[in-house]
């Protein structure tokens, strides 16, 4: 079975109905305007754990939803 | 390593010392083919390999095995191109049955954006090395009897760009070689070893932490693949990498010789067959960033139909396995070598859907790298700095899996 991510306005629905919407986040401890365009650009936490994230209902609701998820198992909290 | 292996290949397993000239996390191809050639190149032996599994049970044991060189970008041709090389003589070379196999590969195209695309992709490579040539409907079909050039109705093939030095080598076979070679010349290979943490001495790495105690070391070497960012962070630094799973499957057993290598940007799929005579297909990453090795439906229902398409033969097979490996992609689409302004810490990553192909030249130059400690001219243009520097080199139409 596929990943399935619960929807606030249609319930659970299987992954391949939404698109993903990734959330870089700069870290305070990078300092100075060119290191934070840098990290914004291209540096990634690549966190294995939970991490926040949005997600584009685009085949249902076509509403941006936010969820948790634990990346080392793909499990939706 | 199980028992069946290790009948055929002959290793021997060393308790780990408390220093190495040279470590180096990962034991899969990337890692092994830098050990190989810090022994048989610049013979520095007293190298450790720390892989946290078996040897080659990660992305050097889950990809595709194509071997090519048809990239977009004059960098990349030439180092792919090297690579291809490489893997010819590394038969001879190590005195092991790597079943390299030269087929040719067909890239397939369907539009008139995609005839423009193989044809500037056939002239820079043949500027720059690699053996590629745009070929008509009629000798795609010469090439591969089984290809419906109509594509269903709906994908007619217009036309591929046909890199004939294109080959498939048995992936487990490229590792036991390479950690053969490495280990017969003094090179220590640990499986079950996970590394645990890095030593620092200020900002600069001295070696690793595992479970058995501290390991010191000259220089550190990350060969990780999908976890190079938990490894890295321990260093103190960010990568520009996402960890994305890729997928693929193999059918049963296809009684006719299906030889050469066929993939379809459009339709983005590729296929060839195993030497067993199963068809071996995959297809693009998963969207989200993911360590979960879980396969799913979705990507076995829309692979194999996108497949079908230009081979209905495949309509009568059935699926036998599918997985999954955990690819570290790089934002352009190119590999990341070199130092990373972190003494001590060099890494070999970014290697994302495209690693499998460039294990020997990627352990030849990494080697040169730990040797010479000067940056050869080759990888040069790979090195992590490359985006401080706005120096990208975007090449996603040739990992063909986007």
Redesign the interface.
């Known amino acids: 079975?596929?990943?399935r991510i619960t929807c606030p306005h249609c319930g659970v629905r299987?992954?391949?109905e939404y698109?993903?919407g990734?959330v870089p986040v700069v870290?305070d401890d990078?300092v100075g305007d060119?290191a934070r365009d840098?990290?914004r650009?291209?540096?990634?936490?690549?966190t294995?754990g939970v991490i926040r994230?949005r997600w584009f209902h685009a085949m249902g609701c076509r509403r941006w939803l936010w969820a948790d998820?634990d990346?080392?198992?793909?499990e939706m909290l | 390593m199980n028992e069946f292996i290790e009948a055929k290949v002959a290793l021997q397993w060393q308790q780990p010392k408390a220093a190495y000239d040279v470590v180096i996390v990962g034991g899969g191809g990337h890692g092994l083919a830098t050990a190989y050639y810090l022994a048989t190149r610049h013979g520095i032996t007293n190298v450790g390999v720390f892989e946290r599994s078996y040897i080659g049970g990660g992305n050097s044991g889950r990809n595709t095995t194509v071997i090519r060189a048809n990239y977009g970008i004059p960098e990349a041709v030439r180092f792919y191109q090297r690579s291809l090389e490489l893997f010819a003589s590394l038969e001879d070379e190590t005195d092991r049955w790597i079943m390299h196999n030269q087929k040719g590969l067909l890239w397939m195209t369907h539009t008139e954006h995609g005839m423009r695309a193989e044809k500037a992709r056939a002239a820079v490579n043949t500027a720059f090395g690699a053996k590629t040539r745009y070929v008509e409907p009629e000798e795609i079909k010469e090439i591969c009897p089984q290809i419906d050039l109509s594509g269903g109705g709906k994908f007619p093939v217009l036309g591929a760009s046909y890199h004939e030095e294109g080959a498939t080598a048995r992936h487990d076979r490229v590792v036991w070689a390479l950690a053969e070679g490495a280990m017969h010349r003094g090179v220590h290979v640990h499986q079950r070893a996970p590394v645990t943490g890095l030593l620092r001495d200020g900002d600069r790495v001295t070696g690793i932490e595992t479970p058995d105690g501290p390991v010191s070391a000259g220089v550190v070497v990350s060969a990780v693949g999908g976890?190079v960012?938990?490894l890295a962070s321990m260093a103190g630094l960010?990568?520009?990498?996402?960890?994305h799973p890729l997928q693929a499957f193999v059918t049963n057993h296809y009684a006719q010789a299906f030889d050469a290598i066929a993939a379809s940007t459009d339709l983005l799929f590729y296929m060839s067959q195993t030497a067993r005579g199963e068809m071996l297909l995959g297809a693009e990453i998963d969207?989200?960033?993911?360590?979960?090795y879980?396969s799913?439906?979705?990507f076995l229902e829309s692979c194999a139909h996108r497949a079908m398409t230009l081979f209905p033969f495949l309509r009568d097979l059935r699926i036998l396995r599918q997985w999954t490996g955990i690819c570290d992609m790089s934002?352009d689409y190119s590999p990341i070598m070199g130092k990373t302004g972190v003494d001590g810490f060099l890494v070999t990553t970014g290697w994302g859907t495209w690693g499998f192909k460039a294990i020997p030249v990627g352990g030849e130059q990494m080697a040169q790298l730990i040797a010479t400690d000067k940056t050869p001219e080759l990888i040069a243009p790979f090195s992590l700095d490359r985006?401080?520097r706005d120096r990208t080199l975007a090449d996603r139409g040739s990992a063909g899996t986007h």
Do not use: C
Request: aromatic share 8%.
């Open positions: 079975m596929s990943l299987p992954l391949e698109l993903y990734e870290p990078v060119d840098l990290d650009a291209f540096m990634r936490a690549n294995e994230e998820r990346t080392r198992t793909d | 976890h960012t938990t960010r990568l520009p990498i996402r960890s969207r989200q960033p993911s360590y979960s879980r799913g439906h979705h934002p985006f401080a």
